[in-house]
């Protein structure tokens, strides 16, 4: 099956300065690149989740991809159209079938509009006046299991799981293809998470959406998604079916964070692995491995020689950059019990 979305070598880049001060202070380089070379591709159906401590670049990826935010470098291409480079009006018939859900569910949705005034946006926005906004609102609320009678209420009326909803409901307006979640389940009560979480996958199941999903939680990771990359100072340093992963991470930081999952079972052993330092400022990256002022494994060409991508031998679907990569026996001496399901789904 042929990618919906193929992202490859997108590099995305901040300026830090103004040219004048810039020019002023002698700095050559008045920039901060967020995104470094990040590659990857999602099928139709596919579910990827994107992993990573704050600040790694996730966020920019997403709004890289739905033109928010330019790239510098890179391709980003859907279903085999370009979408770089082209304006707001030749990117908009691609935006119908691309949408986005924001991590900040009650602040993405503007406090002057009511919600079916919220829902009927994308219609105008996209030139489909002929649709019954009151009709197509009802459908839209039933679909993300809201009572048609919410389509009076404002966001301040709503809670933070019913806003989340909204926000769905609005990004499946369009009938997209693909839905990109940020922090789906951020400030949301653990049965409220399951029952976003419920929906993002009953929607898929019935829609065959595409879903790139944001988040922390190593738990949502796991049990809804099917790939997922792991990212540091706006690279990928490893990506992969999610089971073998979990299973058999080859990346130090990749396993440091899976150590660091929560794990209900207050009886359970666990293999806490420490990572210690601070995250490097992305102003003055480290050379070689960006990790390796923190990685336990260190050896001294990390420190100046940076990483080929290499492929694992049970799945080349499987990379990692790492000079040092784990073997599978050393991952697995440090492999949790599987944590509780989340939502009466899973």
Same mark, same amino acid.
């Given at each position: 099956?042929?990618? *919906? #979305? !193929?992202?490859?070598? +997108?590099?995305?880049? @901040?300026?830090?300065?103004? %040219?004048?001060?810039?020019?002023?202070?002698?700095?050559?380089h008045?920039?901060?690149?967020?995104?470094?070379g990040?590659?990857?591709?999602?099928?139709?159906?596919?579910?990827?989740?994107?992993?990573?401590?704050?600040?790694?670049?996730?966020?920019?990826?997403?709004?890289?991809?739905?033109g928010?935010r330019?790239p510098?470098?890179?391709?980003?291409?859907?279903?085999?159209?370009?979408?770089?480079?082209l304006?707001?009006?030749e990117?908009?018939?691609?935006?119908?079938?691309?949408?986005?859900?924001?991590?900040?569910?009650?602040?993405?949705?503007?406090?002057?509009?009511?919600?079916r005034?919220?829902?009927?946006?994308?219609?105008?926005?996209?030139?489909?006046?002929?649709?019954?906004?009151?009709a197509?609102?009802?459908r *839209? #609320? !039933?679909?993300?299991? +809201?009572?048609?009678? @919410?389509?009076?209420?404002? %966001?301040?009326?709503?809670?933070?799981?019913?806003?989340?909803?909204?926000?769905?409901?609005?990004?499946l307006?369009?009938?997209?293809?693909?839905?990109?979640?940020?922090?789906?389940t951020?400030?949301?009560?653990?049965?409220?998470?399951?029952?976003?979480?419920?929906?993002?996958?009953?929607?898929q199941d019935?829609?065959?959406?595409?879903?790139?999903?944001?988040?922390?939680n190593?738990?949502?990771?796991?049990?809804i998604?099917?790939?997922?990359?792991?990212?540091?100072?706006?690279?990928f340093?490893?990506?992969g079916?999610t089971?073998?992963?979990f299973?058999?991470?080859?990346?130090?930081?990749t396993?440091a964070?899976?150590?660091?999952?929560?794990?209900?079972?207050?009886?359970?052993?666990?293999?806490r692995?420490e990572i210690?330092g601070?995250?490097?400022?992305l102003?003055?990256?480290?050379?070689g491995?960006?990790?390796?002022?923190?990685?336990?494994?260190?050896?001294?060409?990390?420190s100046?020689?940076?990483?080929?991508?290499?492929?694992?031998?049970?799945d080349?679907?499987?990379?990692f950059?790492?000079?040092f990569?784990?073997?599978?026996?050393?991952?697995?001496?440090?492999?949790?019990?599987?944590?509780?399901?989340?939502?009466?789904?899973?």
């Amino acid at each position: 099956m042929s990618a *919906l #979305l !193929r992202v490859q070598d +997108l590099c995305v880049r @901040f300026r830090t300065m103004g %040219p004048l001060k810039a020019l002023a202070t002698g700095t050559k380089h008045p920039f901060v690149d967020a995104v470094c070379g990040v590659s990857f591709e999602i099928r139709k159906g596919e579910t990827l989740g994107l992993v990573g401590e704050s600040g790694s670049g996730k966020s920019t990826v997403a709004r890289a991809i739905m033109g928010l935010r330019p790239p510098v470098r890179g391709s980003i291409r859907f279903e085999g159209q370009e979408l770089t480079g082209l304006t707001v009006a030749e990117r908009k018939p691609y935006l119908r079938r691309m949408t986005m859900t924001f991590q900040d569910p009650i602040g993405s949705l503007s406090p002057r509009l009511t919600v079916r005034s919220l829902l009927s946006e994308p219609f105008r926005i996209h030139g489909l006046s002929n649709r019954d906004a009151g009709a197509e609102t009802e459908r *839209l #609320l !039933r679909m993300v299991g +809201l009572p048609t009678d @919410f389509a009076r209420r404002y %966001p301040h009326q709503l809670s933070g799981g019913q806003a989340r909803r909204v926000g769905v409901a609005r990004a499946l307006a369009l009938n997209p293809d693909l839905i990109i979640a940020d922090e789906p389940t951020a400030g949301l009560d653990v049965s409220v998470q399951g029952e976003v979480l419920n929906l993002f996958a009953r929607l898929q199941d019935e829609l065959g959406i595409a879903i790139l999903i944001i988040t922390h939680n190593l738990n949502v990771v796991r049990h809804i998604t099917d790939r997922m990359a792991i990212m540091y100072l706006g690279r990928f340093v490893e990506i992969g079916p999610t089971e073998q992963i979990f299973d058999q991470p080859r990346h130090p930081y990749t396993q440091a964070l899976l150590s660091a999952n929560t794990e209900p079972d207050p009886d359970a052993v666990l293999n806490r692995i420490e990572i210690k330092g601070e995250v490097p400022s992305l102003m003055r990256r480290p050379s070689g491995c960006e990790f390796h002022t923190r990685c336990r494994y260190v050896q001294k060409i990390c420190s100046s020689v940076f990483p080929e991508t290499s492929v694992s031998p049970n799945d080349a679907k499987h990379s990692f950059k790492c000079h040092f990569p784990l073997e599978p026996e050393t991952a697995r001496s440090l492999q949790q019990r599987p944590p509780v399901p989340i939502g009466s789904r899973f």
